[in-house]
């Protein structure tokens, strides 16, 4: 099946620093690909979405500039959080589809947890 | 917004069938209920997906009643690895390509031995 890959699995980081999350389709490409936060014992949270070649969209209430997103090629998005905070830590997840339409199903990397000290 | 409702939590025993339900009563035409669960800690999986039909794979059933307001996620023999959140979702499909999915709150399935 699909596999889509997350890069590191588990990052931690100093406040002010940057901290870079890679997302990797493995065996598909990917035009768009979905970026969500979770934050302990709540669900995930749509943060923005991915397109390859052009700038990403953003939910509202997500900061474009905090948390920059680059879709430079079909397989690989990343999500850099700048200058990271301790209330930036949280789990991050990253998914895509191989196919698109309405009738295909997303998969997702195994997850990026963040701990900002 | 999440566009079902499921409840919080639900108990199974080992072996027994897992019934999960999930309510999507403003569902559109052409939207599509899938199913995804997380593990502790994991991406979310992917279960099944339907549109009217009832499906099945080798994970799941899917059981989308006539009027698609509601469906039933069911695990026919649960084990102790399928504990986890069960998450119903509505696709948000605001255009081609674009596999948005929109969690709610889900329900934590926990199967006791």
């Known amino acids: 099946g699909a596999v889509v890959s997350q890069h590191p699995s588990r990052v931690i980081c100093k406040s002010g620093t940057s901290v870079k999350i890679e997302c990797r389709s493995l065996?598909?490409?990917?035009?768009?690909m979905f970026w969500y936060r979770q934050f302990p014992k709540q669900s995930l949270m749509l943060m923005a979405t991915s397109n390859e070649g052009s700038k990403a969209t953003y939910e509202q209430g997500v900061e474009k500039d905090k948390f920059l997103i680059n879709h430079a090629s079909l397989t690989l998005s990343t999500l850099t959080v700048t200058s990271a905070h301790p209330e930036d830590s949280s789990f991050y997840i990253c998914?895509?589809?191989?196919?698109?339409?309405?009738?295909?199903?997303?998969?997702f990397g195994q997850g990026t947890r963040l701990t900002v000290v | 917004d999440a566009k079902t409702t499921q409840p919080p939590s639900m108990d199974c025993a080992e072996g027994r069938a897992a019934n999960l339900p999930c309510n999507h009563s403003?569902?559109?035409?052409?939207?599509?209920v899938y199913w995804y669960r997380q593990i502790h800690s994991q991406g979310p999986q992917y279960i099944i997906h339907?549109?009217?039909n009832n499906e099945t794979n080798e994970m799941a059933s899917l059981i989308i009643t006539e009027d698609r307001k509601s469906s039933t996620l069911i695990l026919p023999h649960a084990t102790l690895r399928d504990t986890a959140v069960y998450y119903c979702i509505v696709r948000v499909g605001i255009n081609q390509g674009a596999q948005k999915l929109v969690f709610g709150q889900g329900t934590r399935l926990t199967i006791n031995p």
């Open positions: 998914s895509a589809a191989p196919q698109q339409g309405m009738n295909t199903e997303a998969f």
């Open positions: 339907g549109l009217k």
């Open positions: 403003t569902i559109s035409g052409n939207e599509y």
């Open positions: 065996d598909f490409q990917a035009t768009t």
